[in-house]
């Protein structure tokens, strides 16, 4: 089994800083790319950053140059550094990521959320 774990959600003022954290454990050969995704009440899940193994990255539109993304030296934890947050980045955020266990070969796995609220 696999298993995704985020952590360091919470409440924040405008304009201030929060750094999400997610592990992957379980029985894992390989993961290739890991990505944070959110959903705000009423809307759709949508994406915000993802990393390959080797590195590259991509944002949403709405969170360049505000949110990092990245992965930990033993690649399997994957960490956004959320920035001048505003109230339009509340929402449940998500981790993902395609993981090959072997004899399933790749999937695509979610962890549970963590809630990130910015409001004064």
């Known amino acids: 089994q696999v298993q995704l774990v985020e952590s360091g959600g919470g409440l924040v003022q405008p304009g201030g800083s929060l750094r999400l954290s997610c592990a992957a454990s379980g029985s894992i050969f390989s993961i290739n790319t890991m990505g944070w995704y959110r959903q705000a009440p009423g809307k759709q899940r949508e994406l915000v950053a993802t990393i390959t193994s080797g590195g590259s990255t991509t944002y949403a539109d709405s969170v360049k140059g505000r949110f990092t993304i990245s992965r930990g030296t033993a690649k399997n934890t994957v960490y956004l550094q959320m920035n001048s947050l505003k109230p339009g980045d509340t929402a449940v955020y998500y981790c993902?990521?395609?993981?090959?266990?072997?004899?399933?070969?790749?999937?695509?796995?979610w962890g549970r959320g963590t809630q990130v609220t910015v409001s004064s």
């Open positions: 993902n990521a395609q993981i090959y266990t072997g004899v399933l070969g790749y999937g695509d796995y």
